[in-house]
C-alpha cells in the first residue's frame, strides 16, 4: 500500500493514499487529540455493513509539500485491518483529496509527488470518476471490457466483487479460498489466475484475483456497478 508522511497541526504521521474511498478517514485517536470539530454524524457502508461515525474537519494538512485545507473525515478506526502493516497510520487519503491534484506514484521505487504543472512521461490509462471514485476500463480473459475501480488502497492485484464473481465461481468449483479483514468487518474470497488481462492496451498474463464469495454487508452505491478493484500490485 502507498502511505505519505503528513502534519496535522503539530502531529506529524502516516496517512494512506486510498483512491478507492470516497471520503477521507481519521483515527478516532488523533480526531479527540487534535480537537478537530465535529461537524455531524454519516452512516458509511463497509464489507462488514452499515455503520455510524463522526464527521470531523481536518485543519491544513501537509502533505508533500502541499496544504489540504478544510477536508471533511470520517473517525473512523483503522487498527483492525491495518494492524499487519508494521505502522501505525493517523488516517486515509480519500479521491476527493486526490482527484484536484496530479499524483505521481513511482510504486517501484515507493515514492510519490504532487506533480501540479507537469505532465509525466509514460503510458496513459484512461480515468473515469464514477460516484466520485475513478474507474478503469478492463477486459477479463479476451471478455467485453468491465469497470473496475482503480483502487491504491488494494495491495493485491485484483479483487472481483461477489455480485460478478459468482458466474466465475460456478465455472470453476473447488478453488482454494481464504478471509481477509477490512475496514469495518472481514470478506471471504477464493483464489485463481486470470489467464489475460487487458488494461489501457497493455497484457498482463496470470493475474492473480481474488473472487469474493461473501461480505458481512452490501457495499451498495457505485460499487454494485462495478465489477471489481483494480490494486497496486498490477
Known sequence: LLAVPAVLG???GWWLVDSGAS???VSPAV???NDLPVTGRRRVATVGGVTSVDRVTLPALEVLGDAIVGAQALAL???SALAGLGLAFDGVLAAAQLRPRRLHMDLAQ???SWNKDAAVAGTRVPIRWEGGLPTVELHLGGLSSERFL????NAGSLVVFAHRAAALLAANPGLPGSSADELGGSV???H???DRVEIGGHRFDRVPAALETATAGRRGGIFERLSGSLGVAV
Do not use: I, N
Not at 482503480?150 to 488502497?153: A, V, W
Open 23 to 25: 471520503r477521507a478517514l
Open 188 to 190: 471471504r474470497a477464493k
Open 192 to 194: 485463481a489466475l486470470v
Open 77 to 79: 478506526d483503522l487498527s
Open 31 to 33: 480526531a479527540r487529540e
Open 10 to 12: 503539530t502531529r506529524r
Open 150 to 153: 482503480l483502487d491504491t488502497g
Open 110 to 112: 515507493g515514492m510519490a
